[in-house]
């Protein structure tokens, strides 16, 4: 593996909100940042200003962002979701806020037999997380 280049990495692909869900993101978790961002321009495949390409870190994990300009019937899905290990109660609270705020609960934040605070939610982009508090015991 190349400097900062991750081997495997979430794609995400969004139909035209791919820059408002990555500043979504960032907003949420600390230690985010976009590492690098194409746009497309006037005359370009897709409308101009959407997402061709981006990396958004979130602790070091790396996602990949894409506006797709061809029209699809497929969405994400929650056969596939984000896990995020939450060290803090403060944490994986604020997670849960920000990411159910116009999105859907699927397992509400609460105890759970593997997990002591632990939710599944899908965020207002249709990207589903599970949010779970580390025990450090």
Known sequence: MSNSVQKISTFLMFTGQAREAMEYYMSIFENSEIVSAKYYGPNEDGPEGT?????????????????????????????????????????????????????????PLGAYPFSKKFAWVADKFGVTWQLNLVDSD
């Open 51 to 107: 997402v061709m390409q981006a990396i958004l870190s979130i602790h070091g994990q790396q996602f990949r962002f894409f506006d797709s300009f061809v029209k699809h019937d497929f969405g994400f899905t929650p056969a596939i979701s984000l896990f995020v290990n939450c060290d803090t109660e403060a944490e994986v609270d604020h997670a849960f806020e920000k990411l159910s705020q116009d999105g859907f609960v699927m397992m």
